[in-house]
């Protein structure tokens, strides 16, 4: 089945340690998201590709950053995690982006903790 | 400026309930798309509905409906005969036709809890 893939489902790293979060799809949609969402919180959105341009949301800290080396994966890097980055780390794609807004699938999210 | 308001935070029902969520958006724009998610435990968050500004037709589907009036920013999900299954939370959400990237904005959720 096509879908959206995030590993791991859970990932513990020590305060500074960086981390990387993966996300992969077969849906071949042009455009992946990551969210990030805190306990009991909305899924605040990070950042996103369409296709190979990065497009960053502008409150989101220097301390993500994200690559896409193909159009089926997409990686979060974590440089240097603080208490405060634990939470959900949800992946979404949709098909394309300019004239409307398609739907947005996510992926099953990665639980980070960070030590 | 965009806003999504999920007022009810938490929602607890006995199975068989009927259960209404609600949801009020705020935004400028006369193309805008509205959606629910669904959350269950698990945390990956499930697509249930779709909507544009320009079909205000309700929609059923199964137990699930909603009811869209623009005339009051709303657009309110309804469960019929709710299962525990049904427990979850549930994500109101909004992007607008021209806004970059596809944004979506979030309502805060509503978590629903059915009890058997």
């Known amino acids: 089945d096509a879908m959206v893939i995030q590993n791991p489902r859970y990932q513990v790293t020590q305060f500074g340690k960086p981390v990387t979060l993966s996300c992969s799809q077969t849906l071949n949609h042009n455009v992946m998201y990551w969210y990030q969402q805190k306990s009991s919180q909305a899924p605040k959105l990070l950042f996103h590709y369409y296709d190979k341009d990065f497009n960053n949301e502008a409150d989101t800290p220097d301390n993500f950053q994200s690559r896409r080396p193909n159009t089926s994966f997409c990686f979060l890097d974590i440089r240097s995690p603080s208490l405060g980055d634990a939470a959900m780390y949800l992946c979404?794609?949709?098909?394309?982006?300019?004239?409307?807004?398609?739907?947005?699938?996510f992926g099953p999210g990665t639980r980070l903790t960070v030590l | 400026a965009q806003k999504v308001t999920q007022a009810q935070t938490e929602i607890s029902v006995v199975e068989k309930e009927d259960v209404t969520l609600d949801c009020v958006y705020e935004t400028r724009d006369t193309t805008y798309y509205l959606f629910w998610y669904k959350q269950p435990p698990s945390g990956e968050l499930v697509f249930l509905i779709r909507r544009n500004s320009f079909d205000e037709q309700n929609e059923i589907s199964g137990r699930y409906s909603w009811n869209f009036q623009k005339s009051t920013s709303s657009f309110n999900f309804t469960i019929t005969a709710s299962q525990v299954v049904d427990s979850a939370v549930y994500f109101c959400?909004?992007?607008?036709?021209?806004?970059?990237?596809?944004?979506?904005?979030f309502g805060q959720g509503t978590e629903l809890s059915v009890k058997p």
């Open positions: 959400a909004l992007s607008e036709a021209y806004n970059q990237g596809g944004k979506l904005i």
């Open positions: 979404a794609t949709s098909p394309r982006l300019a004239g409307g807004t398609d739907t947005q699938y």
